[in-house]
Every structure is written in C-alpha cells, then in structure tokens.
C-alpha cells in the first residue's frame, strides 16, 4: 500500500486558509485535516478534538521536550504544533494527511519529510488582504498591524515551497490545490505503478 501524501497549506493571515481548506475537504473527503495542538483560547465556534486540541503551555512545553512535535512554532505568541505520531499513523495507514499551519512550521516539516507537498495560498493583492483582514471585525486598529506585518513577512517566504496558488474565487483556490494532490499522487516516484501482470506470456 503507498504511504499518504502529506500536504502542507500555509499562507498570510486573511488569506482564506480556513474557507479553502473545507472547500477542499469537501471536494476531496479522503483527506483528512490535521488537528493542532493549541495554546490559544477556543474562539465560541470552536471544539477540542475538532478545530484544535487545546492545552496547557506547561503540557505543550513537556511534549516539546519529549520530542512528541513533528513541527511546533510560536504564532501570535501562542504555541502551535504537530504531533508525530498522529501523522505517522495515518500516513502508514495510507491516509492523505492536510496540514493547515504556518510558515514556521512548514518549513520543519521540509527538513524533516522531503516528500511532503508545500503549497502557499496567496491573496490576489495586498488591498484585498488588508480588506479581509480589517473586515473580519474581530480586531483592534493594532492587531490589525500586526497581523499585516507578519502578512508581509509570511508572503516572502513563497518560493521556499513547491506551489504557489493565488486565493481570488474559493471554489478556484481549492480545484487547484486538488488538480496538485492529484497529480502528485500520479507520481511514480511516489509509488504509482500499473497494475500488476496477471503473469500471462505475450
Ligand atoms: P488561528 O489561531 O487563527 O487558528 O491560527 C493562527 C496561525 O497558526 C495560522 O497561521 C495557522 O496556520 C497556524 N497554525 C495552526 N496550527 C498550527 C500548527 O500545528 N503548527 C504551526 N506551525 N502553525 C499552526
């Protein structure tokens, strides 16, 4: 059995990695989305186990030192992280794993599994993403700037991955990041093979 194919989406904050990520599941419902392990508080909408698995920084930081992190990283002053075991489980089992995380992270992970998949969802300019960002309602004038900071520094990073895919429509983000999966698992380094002769002679 070929192992899962491990996808690693990042991309600024306000970029629509959320929006595209259940588009994508949806079109795609063999892959499975990776549940995190979180500092932060629950935002109301979320649930442990599902959005994230929340925690303690004391149980974060013995995990850490346990080596349990497949890739961990600081966000917004926050610990985030994944862990081994859960992705090599599945990825024995065949499941196509996705990994919606930051660039930090992603970048532990290329180290770490050169076979992962990289993408970077990008917005299609700068304006929309300071609209998307400033939309949201959610935040101060000064997170806002923050936020559009750390934007700009995650948006450099783009050519340290293998895809680059702008976020315009969501339903067009998403078939591309599935056009990818699937071409990548067309991939006969990656396992593809015919099928196997019936051990008939020509
Ligand atoms: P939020 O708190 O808004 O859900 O996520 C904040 C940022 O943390 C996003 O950029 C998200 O991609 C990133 N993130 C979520 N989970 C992980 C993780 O397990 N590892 C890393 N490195 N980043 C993560």
Redesign the pocket.
Known sequence: MAAGLLVVL?GP?GVG?GTVCRQLLALRPSLQLSV?L?T?QPRPEETCGRHYEFTTPSRFQKLISGDAFL???V??GHY???LKQAVGENLARGTDLLL???V??ALQIRRRLKEAVLIFLAPPSMEALKERISGRGTEDAVRIRRRLKAAQQELAAYHLYDYLVVNGRVEDAAASIDAIIEAEKCRISRGARPPASGGEER
């Open positions: 990042s904050s990695k995190s979180t932060r890739e961990w990283a966000v917004y985030y992280g994944t919606e995380i930051d930090q992270g």
